[in-house]
Nanobody, 125 residues
Framework: QLRLVESGGGLVQPGGSLKLSCVAS????????VAWFRQVPGKEREGVSC?????????TYAESVKGRFIISRDSARNTVTLQMNSLRPEDTGVYYC?????????????????WGQGTQVTVSS
């Protein structure tokens, strides 16, 4: 079974950067569409970014993070990373990576069967 583990969260000041990693084990992550979601208490899980698999490496970003976040694959490490720049307090939340064995990724959480445990990102001065 595919297992996902996120890392890289932490406390950062507004305007700072963090790089989140989603490391997979059990299967080759390149065959899976992967997405990042975030959640804060009392709110629904929000799609942040996603990347397709195989021949479709198309990326999608939520409007709120366009131009600031970059999703990419590191096939050698069986990992998908989320580079987060120009962070804002509203980016605070628990960030989850999710995967599904489909080609086209979306920001709909119901698409994904495999989820990591999450990593906390706090943007505060």
């Amino acid at each position: 079974q595919l297992r996902l583990v996120e890392s890289g969260g932490g406390l950062v000041q507004p305007g700072g950067s963090l790089k989140l990693s989603c490391v997979a084990s059990g299967y080759t992550l390149g065959y899976y569409a992967v997405a990042w979601f975030r959640q804060v208490p009392g709110k629904e899980r929000e799609g942040v970014s996603c990347i397709g698999s195989g021949s479709s490496q198309r990326t999608t970003y939520a409007e709120s993070v366009k131009g600031r976040f970059i999703i990419s694959r590191d096939s050698a490490r069986n990992t998908v990373t989320l580079q987060m720049n120009s962070l804002r307090p509203e980016d605070t939340g628990v960030y989850y990576c999710a995967a599904e064995s489909v080609t086209v990724a979306t920001l709909d959480p119901t698409l994904y069967a495999y989820w990591g445990q999450g990593t906390q990102v706090t943007v505060s001065s």
